[in-house]
C-alpha cells in the first residue's frame, strides 16, 4: 500500500549560483557518502546535475512523509546509487517501508518523484 507521493522540482541555475558562491549548500544537503561521489565528478555541469538532483529527491521524500523538510534532516535522507546506476533512496526511521525513488534532469532543470510504500 503506498504510504506518500512526493515530488520536487529545481531550477539548475540556483545550484549553480549556490555552489559558485561557496561548498556550504552541498554541505548541508549531502551526507558525507554523497559529499565523496561529487567531489569525484569531474564536470561543473555533472556536479550541479547531481547536487539538484538530491536535493529534489530529498525534498520529494519529504514530501511524501507529510513533514517537510525542517522536521526531516537532509542529513538523514541518502540518494545512492545500485550497480546499474539508478538511485536508491534511504531513509532514518524509514527502514522498514520500500522507497521508490527517480530523478532526471533537463538543460535548465532537475526533477525527482519519490513514493513510500508499506
Same mark, same amino acid.
Do not use: C
Given at each position: 500500500? %503506498?504510504? /506518500?507521493?512526493? %515530488?520536487?522540482?529545481?531550477? #539548475? ?15 548541508? %544537503? ?6 565523496? @561521489? !561529487?567531489?569525484? #565528478? ?7 546535475? !547531481? ?6 529527491? =530529498?525534498?520529494?521524500?519529504? =514530501?511524501?512523509? /507529510?513533514?517537510?523538510? /525542517? =522536521?526531516?534532516? !537532509?542529513? @538523514? %535522507? ?14 532514518? /526511521?524509514?527502514?522498514?517501508?520500500? #522507497?521508490?525513488?527517480?530523478?532526471? @534532469? ?13
Amino acid at each position: 500500500m %503506498i504510504k /506518500g507521493i512526493g %515530488i520536487d522540482l529545481i531550477e #539548475l541555475k540556483r545550484i549553480e549560483a549556490s555552489i559558485d558562491k561557496s561548498d556550504k549548500l552541498m554541505q548541508r %544537503i549531502l551526507t558525507p557518502k554523497e559529499q565523496e @561521489h !561529487f567531489q569525484n #565528478l569531474r564536470s561543473q555541469s555533472r556536479k550541479v546535475e !547531481f547536487l539538484a538532483g538530491r536535493f529534489a529527491a =530529498k525534498e520529494a521524500f519529504a =514530501k511524501a512523509t /507529510g513533514q517537510g523538510i /525542517g =522536521k526531516l534532516s !537532509f542529513q @538523514h %535522507i541518502e540518494v545512492l546509487s545500485n550497480k546499474n546506476g539508478a538511485p536508491i533512496i534511504t531513509a532514518q /526511521g524509514y527502514e522498514k517501508e520500500k #522507497l521508490w525513488i527517480s530523478i532526471s @534532469h533537463s538543460e535548465t532543470y532537475a526533477i525527482a518523484q519519490v513514493i513510500i510504500e508499506e
